[in-house]
Nanobody
Framework: QVQLVESGGGLVQAGGSLRLSCVAS????????MGWFRQAPGKEREFVAA?????????YYADSVKGRFTISRDNAKNTVYLQMSSLKPEDTAIYYC??????????????????WGQGTQVTVSS
């Protein structure tokens, strides 16, 4: 049984930093695609960042977080991270980790992913 478990969320002031972690169990995703999405109250779930294997690892970001967030992975720990810096109140949301065992072009689409974590709340105060 595949499980994704996120951690690291919390309350932080604007301008602060947080690092989210997502530990996968039951399957390895070292040659696949892993992503972070977020959902704010009353809004649809949106793409934040992704990392995928294609002969090497490539990373992708939503324009709203580019330059502030960094996605990375540790295959030895089967873990993906999201380092978030210069946080803004508009970053407040539940953050979800997602995984797909194989390469995908549509890394930004929620329908691409086969597995999801339960989410971790990030709240940025002004």
């Amino acid at each position: 049984q595949v499980q994704l478990v996120e951690s690291g969320g919390g309350l932080v002031q604007a301008g602060g930093s947080l690092r989210l972690s997502c530990v996968a169990s039951g399957r390895t995703f070292s040659s696949g695609t892993m992503g972070w999405f977020r959902q704010a109250p009353g809004k649809e779930r949106e793409f934040v960042a992704a990392i995928r294997w294609s002969g090497g690892y490539s990373t992708y970001y939503a324009d709203s977080v580019k330059g502030r967030f960094t996605i990375s992975r540790d295959n030895a720990k089967n873990t993906v991270y999201l380092q978030m810096s210069s946080l803004k109140p508009e970053d407040t949301a539940i953050y979800y980790c997602a995984a797909r065992q194989y390469y995908s072009i549509t890394y930004y689409n929620t329908n691409t992913y086969d597995y999801w974590g339960q989410g971790t709340q990030v709240t940025v105060s002004s």
